[in-house]
């Protein structure tokens, strides 16, 4: 166990409607990333969290956006749901230059309807 | 563009054998790269690191090698075990970034017995 826990692991919701995953991160770790894993594929960085603050962004749209609390919690949040977000939804807590391992979650799988 | 490739989409080896794995890359100098096994459903796990100016690195029956002139890295499981089979995926951290991952989409491994 990783120690890195995420909530829900299974989801459905409807194409436009929006959704909130969450994150706890790893003891000590103040450094919270999100991947999305689409189905044979490997995961893609959406963005990262340092010190409450976004640290760094991938290639995703504005309506993915996220948060990360003074415990080092985090939460991803998709607006305007599209069929293509079906995915698996990877939280992973690090140090800050990766270095290290990532310690990821066992993941939420989102299913767009 | 940039490119991380893992040549092989599926592995399939016997029970004994060395299992070898690459990655290749284009368009990046990565400061580390990383060896995830991940199993379905759920998260990717940590295996190895190794940095830039390393050659090689060993973890029990696992080795990873990191060549940065030809721009690959190979990854070996040395005396298979069907408890091997998953599928792994590699990572690559790039200079001067935030430390996120940026995954091969992986190849995924079979140990029959």
């Known amino acids: 166990e990783t120690g890195v826990t995420q909530s829900p692991t299974h989801l459905i919701k409807t194409r436009g409607q929006q959704v909130t995953l969450r994150c706890s991160s790893q003891?000590?770790?103040?450094?919270v990333s999100w991947y999305q894993q689409a189905l044979g594929q490997g995961p893609q960085f959406i963005f990262q969290y340092y010190r409450e603050e976004e640290n760094g962004r991938g290639n995703f749209p504005p309506r993915f956006s996220g948060l990360q609390f003074p415990n080092y919690s985090s939460e991803l949040n998709v607006n305007a749901l599209e069929l293509d977000d079906s995915a698996l939804y990877l939280c992973?807590?690090?140090?800050?230059?990766?270095?290290?391992?990532?310690?990821f979650g066992q993941g939420t799988r989102l299913t767009v309807v | 563009s940039q490119k991380i490739e893992q040549n092989s989409e599926a592995l399939n080896i016997q029970e004994g054998k060395t299992a070898t794995l690459t990655c290749n890359y284009t368009?990046?100098?990565?400061?580390?790269l990383q060896w995830y096994r991940q199993d379905p459903g759920r998260g990717p796990v940590f295996l190895l690191l190794?940095?830039?100016?390393?050659k090689e690195k060993r973890k029990e029956r696992l080795k990873v090698t990191f060549d940065t002139t030809l721009k690959q890295s190979l990854f070996h499981i040395t005396a298979s075990q069907p408890a091997d089979s998953a599928t792994y995926l590699c990572?690559?951290?790039?200079?001067?970034?935030?430390?996120?991952?940026?995954f091969g989409k992986g190849t995924k491994l079979s140990v029959k017995p």
């Open positions: 368009n990046y100098s990565p400061a580390y």
């Open positions: 990572a690559l951290v790039g200079r001067g970034s935030q430390g996120n991952l940026i």
């Open positions: 003891s000590g770790h103040n450094t």
């Open positions: 190794i940095r830039e100016n390393e």
């Open positions: 992973a807590s690090s140090s800050p230059n990766g270095n290290t391992e990532a310690f």
